[in-house]
């Protein structure tokens, strides 16, 4: 069965980092092409970044908003994604979900404030 | 980045059909695009429901189906039953990455 179980969430002020992990099961996440989506509150969802498959050429891609300042990443011998966010701005403030095998994992809310 | 357009807001009897739309400013919506469909209830996360225009998951209803009409993206619902209320996203490939509409808010009334 493929899972997605994350972690890393949080409260942290402006300007601030945090890492978010995705730890899968069922499924080598350097086999697939990994994305992570969010959604502000009371919001549709957004997409954030992605980094494809090993095959694919692991290349990550990232929308305007976030380039710069978010790294994804994996660790292959624990099967985990993360998304390293620096630079933190209020706007970021959301539900970050997971997304790989077409499975979602259960999102880990990050809220910036002050 | 272009902007994808879904209708804010659609309604549906119970047993009926309706179809929600996704276009992009950019022009019309190919293949190319590779549109896929999303299924959020309140509270849940999201759930993938239709990808590369018209293919479906294991867990997809049969009653669900994907197109291209119009020079959009189509998800057509046929037969509407109550546990169908939900908020639909569709997603589309655009300059190296991807992008969701707004969003469709389903109501079964």
């Known amino acids: 069965e493929v899972q997605l179980v994350q972690s890393g969430g949080g409260l942290v002020k402006p300007g601030g980092s945090l890492r978010l992990s995705c730890a899968a099961s069922?499924?080598?996440?350097?086999?697939?092409?990994m994305t992570w989506v969010r959604q502000a509150p009371g919001k549709g969802l957004e997409w954030v970044g992605r980094i494809k498959s090993n095959a694919g050429g692991g290349t990550v891609d990232f929308a305007a908003p976030v380039k710069g300042r978010f790294t994804i990443s994996r660790l292959d011998s624990s099967n985990t994604l993360f998304l390293q966010m620096d630079s933190l701005i209020t706007e970021d403030t959301a539900v970050y979900y997971c997304v790989g095998k077409d499975t979602w994992g259960q999102g880990t809310l990050v809220t910036v404030s002050s | 980045q272009a902007v994808v357009t879904q209708e804010p807001s659609l309604t549906v009897s119970p047993g009926g059909t309706v179809t929600l739309t996704c276009g992009s400013s950019?022009?019309?919506?190919?293949?190319?695009?590779?549109p896929s469909w999303f299924q959020q209830k309140p509270g849940q996360a999201p759930r993938s429901l239709i990808y590369g225009i018209n293919n479906k998951y294991s867990w997809t209803p049969a009653r669900f189906s994907g197109s291209l009409l119009g020079g959009k993206a189509a998800l057509t619902l046929s037969g509407a039953q109550p546990e169908d209320e939900a908020d639909y996203y569709c997603?589309?490939?655009?300059?190296?990455?991807?992008?969701f509409g707004g969003g469709t808010t389903l109501t079964v009334l």
């Open positions: 069922g499924f080598t996440i350097s086999s697939a092409w």
């Open positions: 950019t022009g019309a919506v190919t293949s190319g695009h590779y």
């Open positions: 997603l589309v490939s655009d300059d190296g990455g991807r992008v």
